[in-house]
C-alpha cells in the first residue's frame, strides 16, 4: 500500500519512519510512505502557501492552487484512484475499525493542514474524507498523518515482533473488541507491590481466565459502550455475564 503525504514539513517524518518496530513495514515499502513538499509547489520568490482570510480575521488560510498543483502531480505518479484525506477537526473521527479498513486498503493521500486550515474551495472540489484525530486542535496535520501510519503499519503481517500481539489489543473486534487487561514485567515485587499470583501460576487456563475478566472489568469502568457494543455483537459468554454480575 502507498500513503503519499503532502506537508510543509516532511522533515517532521524522518525521525518517525525510522524508530520503532514499525520501522520495518516503511523500509520494506510494506507501507510505502512518500513525502511531498508542498512548498515545491508554490510560485514566486517567496513560494508563497498561505494567504489572509477573506472577512478578516486571525490567521492565515492555506492557498488552494499549491495543493491542486501539487495534488495533480501526486495522482500523475500513482496509478490508482487513491482516495484524498485531508487531517481536519471536522473529520470523521479515527477508530479501530477505520485503521483496519486503511490496513487493508490500497492507500491514500494524506494533506496535512496547517495555520487555520484549507481554503474550502479545494476541500470542496478535491478531497474525498476529512479524518480527525478526536476533538482538539493540533497546529498541523502531520501528528495525525503519523497516529494513521503508525496504526496501519503495525497491522501489517509480519511487521509486530510477536504476531498475534496485535490481536489482543484493545478494540480489536476480532478478539471482543473489549480493552486489554494490565501488563506487568520484572521485578515480580516492585516498590511493595506483587505481580498477581494468577500470572505466575504457570498455569495457561487460569492466566487466560485472569485476562479476561480483567479486560471484562476493566472496560466495565472505563468505556461501558464497548461492552454494549460487544454484548450487542454477541462476543460475550455466559461466563462473561456472570462474571459482570459480581463487580
Ligand atoms: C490549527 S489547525 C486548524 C483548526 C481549524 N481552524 C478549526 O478550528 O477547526 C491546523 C491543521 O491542523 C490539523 N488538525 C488540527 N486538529 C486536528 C485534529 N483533531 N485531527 C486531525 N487534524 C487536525 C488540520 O490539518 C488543520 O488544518
Redesign the pocket.
Same mark, same amino acid.
Not at 496535512?112 to 484549507?118: N, Q, T
Given at each position: 500500500m502507498r500513503f503519499d503525504v503532502v506537508t510543509l514539513f516532511p522533515e517532521l517524518f524522518a525521525p518517525f519512519l525510522a524508530a520503532g518496530v514499525t520501522r520495518r513495514a516503511f523500509e520494506t515499502r510494506q507501507v510505502d510512505v512518500r513525502l511531498w513538499q508542498l512548498r515545491d509547489y508554490a510560485e514566486g520568490n517567496y513560494r508563497r502557501v498561505d494567504d489572509r482570510p477573506f472577512g478578516g480575521g486571525p490567521g492565515m488560510v492555506m492557498l488552494a492552487e499549491p495543493l491542486a498543483r501539487c495534488l495533480a502531480a501526486v495522482k500523475a505518479d500513482r496509478d490508482d484512484a487513491a482516495p484524498v484525506v485531508? =487531517? +481536519?477537526?471536522? @473529520?470523521e473521527r479515527l477508530d479501530h475499525a477505520g485503521v483496519e479498513r486503511w490496513s487493508a486498503g490500497a492507500g491514500a493521500v494524506l494533506l496535512? $493542514?496547517?495555520?487555520? @486550515?484549507?481554503d474550502q474551495r479545494f476541500v470542496d472540489t478535491e478531497v474525498d474524507l476529512q479524518? +480527525?484525530? @478526536?476533538? =482538539?486542535?493540533? +497546529? @498541523? $496535520?502531520e501528528i495525525?498523518a503519523m497516529a494513521l501510519l503508525d496504526a496501519v503499519a503495525r497491522l501489517q503481517p509480519g511487521v509486530l515482533n510477536d504476531a498475534g500481539s496485535h490481536q489482543e489489543d484493545s478494540f480489536n473486534p476480532a478478539l471482543d473488541g473489549l480493552l486489554d487487561c494490565p501488563h506487568y514485567t520484572r521485578p515480580e515485587e516492585w516498590n511493595g507491590l506483587k505481580v498477581p499470583e494468577e500470572l505466575l501460576s504457570g498455569h495457561h487456563a487460569r492466566i487466560a481466565d485472569w485476562r479476561r475478566t480483567q479486560r471484562l472489568a476493566i472496560t466495565a469502568r472505563h468505556r461501558p459502550d464497548l461492552l454494549s457494543a460487544a454484548r450487542a455483537a454477541g462476543r460475550l459468554t455466559r461466563a462473561d455475564e456472570d462474571f459482570l454480575r459480581t463487580l
Open positions: 485531508l =487531517f +481536519s477537526p471536522i @473529520g496535512c $493542514g496547517r495555520y487555520e @486550515g484549507v479524518l +480527525s484525530l @478526536g476533538d =482538539f486542535v493540533l +497546529s @498541523g $496535520g495525525a
